[in-house]
């Protein structure tokens, strides 16, 4: 096989990274209960459990779009790829505990689902809705928010549960999770496309269940599916996989030949990696035609590969059997970008229409030697036809002979050191031509309006909507375009797009040219205090405002749009102002001949009440933080859902700003405070009381525990469950039946102890505040009590807070009192001069140790002593101390724009340590674009995006956040 040369490298397959980056949320691996049923397929751990509770698309209504797995093998969060770090903070479990990884994204971009699969306990975030049948509990309520009553079912694994904490319903079990998410916006709306509330959570926790019920075996699964028992088989041993069930509707779409039905990709290194690529890696490839596979020539298998590989294929094997085609590849790292690299030159680009020429000036800066420039034009590089002399420098100019329609590419390239850096880049004609949307006939017309014919050889027309993605209008794609030519693109549905795009041949080319979204209006319904509910508008171009009619309870409000305004612009408001509570607000758009609900909301009381505690006179306040005042008649407060002696409306009339009132509740009580005017209860505050009154201390050589009561009042013993989490045995269920504190004490008082046994080092143990109630019970857990401490103090630099000024400071934050003399602190990898030992003997919390001025990139370490080896328990990487700012200025045309990053304040960082991200704009992280040596205040970075970004960040070192900032979302 002829050697391809490393100048055609496949940009990044930014189609691949964007796929691997773009699901940020995974989570771990390992002992599964013996109660689930294996999969029915030979694939190795970790992902044979990271894939159980994923259910197929039919049981989500769904199709996927994209199936990542990801392989985890880390000991510290520096070690996890940015996909990794982010579960890692979503699920709050440590960088060692993870696994292995499954994201699923599916076709209608509503619920996202992740599974995961690794060494934790069953996790304990929000409120309990159902328990698997032959669990000895049922359920934590340790959410605040959550108001749901848990139910027994055997359609979830026994002792899992599924919980809901308002913004992720969860499916656990022991060392597996799947948490689903999502905002339930739909982009192809079919009566509505802002789904309410209430809609999005049922969506949410309905998604959570058919998790549960795969890994209970109750519904089909995605692993056992055509595609999964193909390709995870011969899969499931690379560090990450893609599978694409459906290739006309995934991520690759019109690059992805049309007689490919489905196909998987196994990666041996982790794309973020890919920089790092020392000589090769072997990737793998599962194909499965549309049809015959003997029909699938080679050709076609290998641009299917080079489109999907994010490295550069340099050799390929192809075999056919049981009907698949089956691809190894040799693959190298792809060219890196480095603009420090490259020469400092300025380049600027012009098209001129009339000559059918773009042309390339060097304004100012260093020449560029000729034998490290490359000239592209519609996906062929052109160099030696258009390249004079030994260097490019100032004054020079390159012109490209292009015709009417052409994307020409100007960069430089090293071959010997594989980076690249792009100067300059052309996409025409856009002038050339214009689209036309008929909403009523859900049609699209795209017309060619310039004065001269073109080849449009190297266009494809590109249809993107709930049938998937396909390739139109080949008729004006496949020839000479003459003026006044135009295509019809039927069937645009409101949420679809087409794209005129380039069809060239990677790795300089592709690429839109144009991008039409035919986008329902957006409109936002909020409730504020300060004037009830309002009614924004926020569509991207200004419409009739008689086009919308706004609804409460099915009915015409009294005041419309139309009443204040003749167009709508974005940022438009009509104030509805206090509502009747429980009534439900809708927006009706009545352009189409369809009336479309594009926005609906429940009226609910948008107050806020604090609770807190006072343990030394055993009672509550509640305190109205914020939002309207209400009837005290309807509220209600609950400790452990049943109503206190003391109500609000025993010491108010009306529940508003500044007011508050008391009330007696025993210590480890569940305490709620909820309106009760509508249907269903609404929460508005919670908290446990005396969370705080449990405290531990550990016997290394014992392996015994003791947990202390410390609480200021009394309390009953019954409140309390004990259970024992560790790897060789589950949650301790004997333990959760015999409440520990009530078998040794009749009443709990300051001072009163149990000792729970045989605790081994790689145990955790859980006190938790039981609640019983009429239609069942839930468990709220209050402290978590583990052997060895897998959080042992925190650093903080100096920065803010009460420690300004003081240089860097340690602070205990073990959750178990332990031995001052058992910690060794490290700076740079060498003791400290003073240690904990030095000013306490034991630490119980909150103890602090200075370690005087810091310079930024010294390693803070501490380690413990006192097990049966040395274990690391924080470390910690001075970070420089620098402020950032992020702008985003959309595009004229309301797709993607420009990203700016600005360095406003604090240190100087080296450049070639601070990268940026946009999501989901970017493959992985970008360089900081600066010129200088040094990123300093005052310098500025841009990033243009073609998509509306959601979140852009500055990031040191590959994985310290230094700012983060979300972007395209409503204040």
């Known amino acids: 096989m002829v050697r391809p040369s490393r100048r055609r490298f496949l940009g990044g397959s930014a189609l691949t990274l964007a796929a691997l980056t773009g699901v940020l949320k995974p989570e771990t691996d390992a002992h599964v209960s013996a109660r689930l049923r294996d999969l029915d397929l030979d694939i190795s751990t970790p992902f044979a459990d990271a894939f159980l509770p994923v259910p197929a698309g039919d049981v989500l209504s769904t199709t996927y779009t994209t199936v990542i797995a990801e392989r985890i093998d880390a000991d510290t969060e520096a070690e996890l790829s940015y996909r990794a770090r982010s579960a890692t903070e979503q699920l709050d479990v440590d960088a060692d505990e993870l696994s292995a990884t499954v994201a699923v ?82 982009p192809s709306p079919r009566g509505r496309s802002d789904s309410s509330e209430a809609d999005v959570s049922d969506r949410r926790i309905e998604a959570a269940r058919a998790a549960g019920r795969a890994a209970a075996d109750e519904v089909d699964r995605f692993a056992e599916s055509p595609l999964g028992t193909a390709a995870l088989p011969r899969l499931g041993g690379f560090e990450t996989v893609i599978l694409v069930p459906d290739a006309a509707g995934g991520p690759f779409p019109p690059e992805v030949p049309d007689d490919v039905a489905a196909f998987a990709a196994g990666f041996e290194t982790d794309p973020e990696d890919l920089r790092d690529l020392d000589g090769t890696a072997e990737n793998a490839y599962v194909i499965r035609p549309a049809a015959d596979a003997d029909e699938l020539d080679d050709e076609t298998v290998e641009r299917l590969v080079r489109t999907v590989d994010p490295a550069v294929p340099v050799e390929m094997e192809t075999t056919r059997t049981d009907g698949l085609v089956l691809v190894d590849a040799v693959v190298e790292a792809p060219p890196e970008l480095d603009r420090e690299a490259s020469p400092d030159a300025q380049v600027r680009s012009r098209f001129d229409r009339a000559a059918g020429t773009v042309t390339f000036e060097h304004v100012e800066g260093e020449a560029v030697p000729a034998d490290e420039l490359e000239v592209w034009h519609d996906g062929e590089e052109v160099s030696d036809a258009v390249l004079d002399g030994e260097e490019f420098a100032a004054g020079d100019e390159v012109t490209v002979e292009t015709g009417l329609i052409a994307t020409v590419t100007l960069r430089w390239f090293d071959s010997d050191a594989n980076a690249y850096d792009t100067y300059g880049r052309e996409r025409v ?126 009915e015409p409000t009294d005041v419309q749009f139309a009443d204040e305004h003749d167009t709508l612009s974005d940022g438009e408001e009509l104030v509805l102002g206090e509502l009747p509570l429980g009534s439900t607000v809708a927006v009706e758009w009545r352009e189409p001949d369809e009336p479309i609900v594009i926005a609906e909301e429940e009226v609910v009381p948008n107050t806020r009440a604090s609770i807190e505690y006072d343990p030394d006179a055993g009672e509550i306040t509640v305190q109205h933080r914020g939002g309207r005042a209400l009837p005290a008649s309807e509220l209600e407060l609950q400790a452990g859902r049943t109503p206190t002696d003391v109500q609000p409306a025993d010491e108010l009339d009306e529940f508003g700003p500044d007011d508050s009132f008391t009330a007696p ?147 205990y934050v073990g959750e178990v009192r332990r031995n001052a003399d058992a910690f060794l602190v490290l700076i740079d990898g060498e003791p400290a001069p003073d240690q904990p030992a030095d000013e306490t003997d034991r630490l119980t919390g909150g103890e602090t140790l200075s370690l005087g001025d810091l310079s930024a990139g010294t390693t803070v370490a501490v380690e413990w002593t006192a097990g049966d080896e040395t274990r690391t328990v924080t470390e910690h990487v001075i970070p420089p101390q ?90």
């Open 429 to 554: 004609d856009r002038e050339a031509f214009a689209f036309d949307y008929d909403m009523t006939a859900e049609t699209l017309e795209l017309a060619y309006e310039a004065e001269r014919s073109a080849d449009a050889s190297n266009l494809r027309l590109v249809h993107r909507g709930e049938g998937g993605v396909q390739t139109v209008g080949e008729e004006f794609t496949d020839g000479t375009l003459e003026p006044d030519d135009a295509v019809t693109v039927e069937d645009v549905s409101i949420g679809d797009s087409v794209r005129l795009e380039f069809d060239v041949e990677q790795p300089m080319g592709g690429g839109s040219l144009m991008h039409y979204r035919a986008r329902p209006p957006r409109v936002w319904i909020r409730s504020r205090a300060e004037e009830g509910t309002t009614v924004r508008y926020g569509g991207e171009e200004s419409r009739p405002a008689d086009a919308f009619v706004t609804l409460v309870d099915g």
């Open 105 to 186: 994204t599916p076709a209608d971009r509503g619920i996202r689902l992740v599974t995961a699969a690794g060494d934790f306990d069953r996790l304990d975030r929000g409120e309990t809705i159902a328990v698997g049948e032959g669990a000895d509990d049922t359920g934590d309520e340790s959410n605040d928010d959550a108001p749901t009553e848990a139910d027994t079912t055997d359609e979830l694994p026994a002792d899992w549960r599924l919980t809901d904490d308002g913004e992720t319903a969860f499916v656990v079990g022991d060392g597996v999770a799947a948490a689903a998410t999502g905002s339930g916006y739909s």
């Open 882 to 971: 620098a402020r950032f700012e992020v702008e985003y200025e959309p595009a004229d045309d309301g797709e993607g724009g420009v990203v700016t990053f600005s360095h406003t304040a604090g240190d100087a960082l080296d450049a070639d340590r601070v990268d940026v991200v946009v999501e989901p704009a970017t493959d992985g992280l970008l360089p900081w674009d600066s010129d200088a040596d040094e990123v300093t205040a005052g310098d500025e970075t841009s990033v243009t995006v073609d998509t509306e970004p959601r979140m852009a960040a500055v990031v040191f070192n590959e994985g310290e956040v230094l700012h983060r900032e979300p972007l395209g979302q409503d204040e």
């Open 665 to 811: 509740v025993p210590p480890l009580s569940r305490v709620r405070l909820v309106w009760t005017g509508g249907d269903r209860e609404h929460h508005l505050g919670g908290t446990t009381t005396a969370r705080d009154a449990v405290a531990a201390t550990y016997d290394v050589d014992a392996e015994a525990m003791t947990i202390e009561y410390v609480g200021e009042q009394p309390a009953d013993p019954e409140r309390l469950r004990v259970s024992v989490n560790s790897a060789d045995r589950s949650r301790g269920r004997e333990r959760d039946q015999e409440p520990a504190f009530a078998a040794e004490h009749d009443e709990l008082t300051q001072g009163d102890t149990i000792t729970v046994d045989d605790v081994g080092l790689d145990g955790t143990v859980v006190v938790s505040v039981h609640t019983e109630f009429e239609n069942g019970s839930a468990t709220s857990s209050v402290a978590h009590f583990s052997a060895a401490p897998r959080r042992g103090f925190v650093v903080d630099d100096g920065n803010g807070g009460d420690n300004e000024g003081a240089g860097t400071t340690l602070r």
